[in-house]
Structures are given as C-alpha cells and as structure tokens.
C-alpha cells in the first residue's frame, strides 16, 4: 500500500446540492431563476452538431473577442474557462508560487482554502470586521498574492473600488485578484483598474446574472502580461478547455445585453422586496449587493429554520462555521418563489 504515500491528498470543496426532486424551491446556490438569453436557445437548437468532429478553437477567440469588445478591453486581456472555478483555479497555479503566504478573508467564498491546499500554496486568513467589512491594513503586509471576493461571499457585502485600489496599488510585488462572480447585481467593477495596475486579475462567470452555470463559463481580464502567463499554463494543462457548444452559446448571451440587463434588473427588484419582508419577520443581514441575502433570526437559532425549510423541500446553504454558523445564505429566486419563502417563514416564526 505504499503508493497511498505518494498521494496528493486533498480534502474536497463542496459545492451545494444539485437535488434530483422536482418541485424543490432550490436557493441554495445563487443561480438565476430566468432562463439564458433568447439568442442562447437559437445557437443550441440551430448547432451544427458537425462541427463536433473537429477540436474547439483552442483560442476560443468568438467568446474572447465578444467580451473584450462588452468590457473595453482587447482581446489579448481576457481569458475564459469553464465556469470561473477553472478560471481561479488556474490563476491561483499560476500566480501565487511564492513561499509567503497568500491572504484572504476568513469569511469569504470556501473554495479558496482548497485551492491553496491543492497547489500547496502557504495562506493566511483575514479576519473581516464585525459588519463582515474587509480591513484593508490586513492586506499592506508581505504576501504571495491576495484574493478578495467582490461583492464578497458568502456575505454579499461589496468593498468600495477606492479601497480595493489601495490594496493593488500597496502590493505591487503579488498578484490581486478580484472575484466579481456577483458584480452584476449592484456592485462597482475593478475592471477599469486594470490598464493602471498589471498585476490586477478580475475574474467573472457567466453562472449568475447570464443564468448559465450549466454551461460552465467563466473568464478573466487583466493585462496582456498576466493574461499570457495564464494562457501558458492553460496551454500546459489542457488546450481545449471550452466546448464548441459553450463558445457558441456564450457568444450569443454576450451579444444581447438588453436581456442581461434585464434579467439582473429583476434580480435586484426580488431582492430589495425579499430584503424588506426579512426584516419585517425579524431577520437581520448585512447590506446585499448580490442574488442572494446572508440572514441570521434574531431570536430562533439557523440551523432549526434551515431544517424547517428543508423539510418544506425549500432549500437554502447553512455553514457550520466559527462567526456564521448562526446565518443562511438565501438566493434571490423569482418572485413566486420568494413569497412562498416568506409565507412560510412567516407562519413558521409564528409558531415558534
Ligand atoms: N466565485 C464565487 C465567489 C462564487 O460564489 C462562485 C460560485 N460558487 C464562483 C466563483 C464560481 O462560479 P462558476 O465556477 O460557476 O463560475
């Protein structure tokens, strides 16, 4: 048994639950409840399924080149991947060798220790503040890199741009990388940072305000210099990470932004409405600026309301974490399904 020695051995990420049931209120984690753009549904049905013969286009460049032209950019500053877990799990490979320790958030999206123990980066947590607000002076000392989600998981707090710049601007010797998995519903974008700072990486996925987190897209954008360093290793991993099927696909959601637009204006309309109704039933959250609200009861413990909802088949996410344990992170469904939420929380609390 001695190969068993020379195992990397990891302790795996754990994503939220994919239930097999129909009929299940699924909040648990943060995809849009609006399907993908019209144009998506003409590329699928009409694909050529020919083309399938034949290897993707290693480049991807119809998917780089919409983007590049979405976010002002060119297209040797982006960099896609299936779904931006690839994309942060590739720059996290590529960027952060050093032999200091790589800083995040204590609270923040739970793939990032992974990572970290994956590629056997050192890292080293931050602790937020009591309102779950990052401490920028937690960042102005030596590391490896640094990675901050914005607006952060599983919190929905955004951090002011001016802040995150400081961050950059006092680390010139790592790589920062934003995670904007949740920009798109009322956050502030680092991207324009990005012809001022060359070692600024912003990631962002088409999962939540494109309603595609089946598709698997995600993609980076940085400068020409960060950007080749991914695709080298990109090239050293796997040349064909994206499936002609999903280039296709996610050129056509890009191409119609008023539908983007849109779906995101919904999301946020859900929200604010469902921000009110939790308050009313004794909830209190930090601020959201993402599809989904982070809520501890005031008096009735998280772990019994999350059961209660689980067993009205509504499901929502629940950590069992040091400063957490007591919140549910609740995605922003449609506006039925936030009712039926809020009705039953409502007769739920009442009985309790
Ligand atoms: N970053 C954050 C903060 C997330 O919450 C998620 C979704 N789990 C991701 C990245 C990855 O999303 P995807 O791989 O679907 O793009």
């Known amino acids: 048994m001695n190969w068993e020695n020379n195992v990397r051995r990891v302790e795996p990420y754990v994503a939220g639950e994919q239930p097999r049931k129909q009929n299940v209120i699924k909040l648990n984690t943060n995809e849009c409840p609006y399907p993908p753009a019209p144009g998506v549904e003409t590329v699928l049905h009409g694909f050529d ?160 305000s494109r309603s595609m987190a089946g598709m698997r897209i995600g993609y980076a954008m940085g400068s020409e210099k960060l950007i080749g360093y991914l695709n080298n290793v990109k090239f050293s991993f796997n040349s064909y990470t994206m499936n002609a099927a999903a280039i296709a696909a996610g050129t056509a959601s890009v191409e119609d932004e008023e539908y983007f637009q849109d779906t995101v204006a919904k999301v946020v309309a859900t929200r604010e409405r469902t921000k009110n109704e939790l308050s009313r039933l004794g909830f209190v959250f930090p601020d959201s600026k993402t599809n989904f609200i982070f809520a501890a009861h005031k008096t009735v413990p998280a772990q019994e309301i999350f059961d209660a909802l689980r067993a009205e088949e509504i499901y929502v996410r629940h950590w069992n974490k040091p400063r957490i344990s007591n919140y549910m992170r609740i995605s922003i469904g449609t506006d039925e399904e936030m009712e039926k939420v809020i009705c039953f929380l409502e007769k739920y609390l009442a009985a309790v």
């Open 49 to 208: 399924y020919d083309i399938l013969r034949k290897y993707p286009d290693p480049d991807v460049s119809l998917l780089v080149n919409a983007l590049a032209k979405r976010h002002g950019l060119s297209d040797r500053q982006v960099f896609v991947g299936v779904g931006s877990d690839d994309v942060l799990a590739m720059a996290f490979m590529t960027f952060f060798n050093s032999k200091k320790p790589i800083l995040f958030p204590d609270i923040t999206y739970s793939f990032y220790d992974v990572w970290a123990e994956l590629h056997r980066i050192p890292y080293e947590c931050q602790p937020l503040d009591e309102y779950f607000r990052i401490r920028k002076e937690d960042y102005f000392k030596e590391n490896g890199g640094i990675v901050i989600a914005n607006p952060n998981a599983p919190t929905g707090v955004l951090a002011e741009v001016s802040m995150l710049e400081e961050i950059i601007k006092a680390n010139p010797d790592s790589v920062v990388i934003i995670d904007e998995a949740y920009v798109d519903f009322g956050g502030e974008s680092c991207v324009p940072l990005i012809d001022k700072y060359e070692n600024l990486l912003v990631t962002q996925t088409f999962s939540k």
